[in-house]
């Protein structure tokens, strides 16, 4: 599975979720102005990037089931 494509394009997806989430969670713990200006917009591009992890997810399951490899 390591040598897919898709499987390495599904971790990568999911490793930016994660470090958007954790640096929103680090811009939320410290507060301040730029949590302020910027928190709505870190939470956006977070949901974004679960969305698109998501359907890179569903996608590889189905190919999978479909006996492609």
Partial sequence: MADDPLFIIVVVACGAVAAILIFGIGTFGRGGEFNR????????WRIGA???AVLLILLFVYIRRQGGQ
């Fill in 37 to 44: 200006k910027h928190a709505n917009k870190i939470m956006r």
């Fill in 50 to 52: 679960q969305f698109v």
